[in-house]
Every structure is written in structure tokens, then in C-alpha cells.
């Protein structure tokens, strides 16, 4: 069964330091999809980076990385040089087509905290 | 601006009653989908739909009634049947169900009276 594990209830850092969200996740699927949203205090989640199976590159968007490994199933998140602004849940997702559509999976979020 | 209006924000149920949320997107997508989330919990697949006049439950779909008669619209009517509705009601919406990227509304919070 697909599974998206993200263990990390809630985390709390004072601004300006480093930040890595974890994200492991399960399938039996070759082919898949993972992504990462941010759901500010507004409550809309809002897409950052959506990366294939067979992509094993990481990737760099400003202040936010992503460490993709197969081999160990994560797909891992940091921020560098956290801001205020970054406070907000983040979750994990995996789209599942075993069925044939396509469905998404999603973590139960990473609650973050930047304090000032 | 292209995007997913969900109303209402806030939305009262009495015991016995049905009530429907409201979704639209003026973004020319096929596939909407309607979420469930709780607090500390992930987002749970209630219904989806890849195109018009065609839906499928999703993973907790009982208590829950939708329609898509309309590519914009996918209305969620909770029904009676619904024993806990009392939650964060997310809409989204995708240009095809093939692992696009998911756009959202700003969630309508259930509560029951």
C-alpha cells in the first residue's frame, strides 16, 4: 500500500537558521510522483515542487532545497536561512496510479515555526 | 485572476441537515477533487472527478454526495449520513488527473451546531 510518512509533528527554529522537513515515503509503483505544498495560517496549500521517480536530482529554489534518495524512499526538504514567512504546515504527497487514475497521498504535515 | 473560490469560509450544520459547499475554477481544469482535513491529520480524498458528468469516491466518500454537471462547478453536499463532519473542507483542481500539480481553494470550515 501507498504511504506517505512525515514524522515530524511540529518544528520550531529561531530565524535565520537551517531547517530540514522529512518525508519517507512507500510504494511498489517504478513510476511515481512526489510533492511538497505549503498551507500558510490562510489555509489554501500551495504547490512548491513536484519531482518524478526517475529524477534522482536534487533541487535548488532560492532558499529551498530538495534531497530526493530512492534508496532509502526520502524526499526531504530544507529551508536555509529560515524566515518568518516560512511558518506554516507543510505535507508531503505521492501520487498513486496504481489503480489506474490518479490519485494523491498525502503526509499528515510538518507544522514550522519561525520565530522571531 | 485564474483560480478556485470556495464559499462559504465558515458554514454551520444542524443535526439532521444537509448542507453543500460550494466549489468553482475559472482555470479550464479536468480533473477536481474534494479533500477532508482534521486537525493533525493529512488530507483525506473524499470524491474526485476527471471530467464532466463523471466522479469517484474517494477514500472516505460515505455521509458525502457530489455532481459535476458543469467543468467549472463541484458542488459537496454533506448529508445527514455524515456522523463527524466537523472539519477543513478543501477543494482543488488539477489540468488532468495525470500527477499534475494540485491547485486549491481556501477551505470552508464545517462545524455542527
Not at chain 2, 458543469?70 to 489540468?95: G, H
Request: proline share 3%; hydrophobic share 30%.
Amino acid at each position: 500500500a501507498q504511504k506517505v510518512t512525515q514524522a515530524q509533528t511540529e518544528i520550531s527554529v529561531v530565524e535565520k537558521e537551517d531547517v530540514t522537513l522529512d518525508c519517507v515515503y512507500e510504494t511498489r509503483d517504478t513510476t511515481y510522483y512526489l510533492f511538497w505544498y505549503k498551507q500558510p495560517p490562510s489555509g489554501e496549500l500551495v504547490f512548491l515542487i513536484r519531482r518524478n521517480s526517475f529524477d534522482e536530482q536534487n533541487e535548488i529554489s532560492g532558499r529551498y532545497s530538495w534531497n530526493f534518495q530512492k534508496s532509502t524512499s526520502s524526499f526531504n526538504f530544507t529551508i536555509t536561512a529560515s524566515q518568518v514567512v516560512d511558518s506554516a504546515v507543510y505535507f508531503c504527497a505521492l501520487s498513486d496510479i496504481t489503480s489506474g487514475t490518479y490519485k494523491y497521498i498525502f503526509g499528515t504535515g510538518t507544522r514550522l515555526k519561525v520565530l522571531a | 485572476d485564474g483560480g478556485i473560490t470556495q464559499s462559504p469560509k465558515y458554514l454551520f450544520r444542524k443535526e439532521g441537515q444537509n448542507v453543500t459547499l460550494s466549489c468553482e475554477q475559472n482555470l479550464n481544469h479536468d480533473a477536481m477533487y474534494w479533500y477532508r482535513q482534521d486537525p493533525g491529520q493529512g488530507l483525506r480524498l473524499i470524491y474526485y472527478s476527471q471530467i464532466v458528468n463523471d466522479f469517484q469516491k474517494g477514500d472516505i466518500a460515505e455521509g458525502y454526495s457530489v455532481s459535476r454537471e458543469k467543468k467549472e462547478s463541484f458542488p459537496l453536499t454533506v448529508t445527514s449520513a455524515q456522523k463527524n463532519p466537523t472539519a477543513f473542507y478543501l477543494c482543488a483542481s488539477s489540468m488532468s488527473s495525470t500527477n499534475e500539480k494540485l491547485f486549491f481553494g481556501s477551505g470552508t470550515q464545517l462545524s455542527v451546531l
